[in-house]
């Protein structure tokens, strides 16, 4: 049986959205609580990326690390979000033409 890619979600709010773009879109976190979630992602998987209160798909990140844990390095500015993978851009949209989530 080969190894085939799984698919996960990434939440982001705007302005966490910019903020990673901001810090260099390498490096993508997620909440404690969510660290079983994060501990299955493998390098090579991909992370869809949702902009909540938008409801739209922007971006597909790829993971280049293993999970880790950061709750020193600042990216964002409301919360730490400590369970971290490392990350490449695969497709990255403008928000006008990011895929809509019809929530009807």
């Known amino acids: 049986m080969t190894d085939q890619r799984a698919y996960w979600l990434d939440l982001f709010t705007w302005k966490t959205w910019q903020e990673f773009l901001a810090a260099g879109a390498s490096v993508s976190g997620f909440r404690q609580g969510r660290r079983g979630y994060v501990e299955q ?11 909540v209160g938008v409801s739209r798909f922007i971006a597909m990140l790829e993971v280049t690390s293993p999970p880790y844990n950061d709750e020193v390095t600042p990216i964002w500015s409301a919360e730490t979000f400590p369970a971290r993978v490392r990350t490449r851009v695969v497709v990255q949209l403008k928000p006008e033409t990011a895929v809509p989530v019809d929530t009807c």
């Open 41 to 51: 992602m493998k390098p090579g998987d991909y992370l869809l990326c949702y902009l």
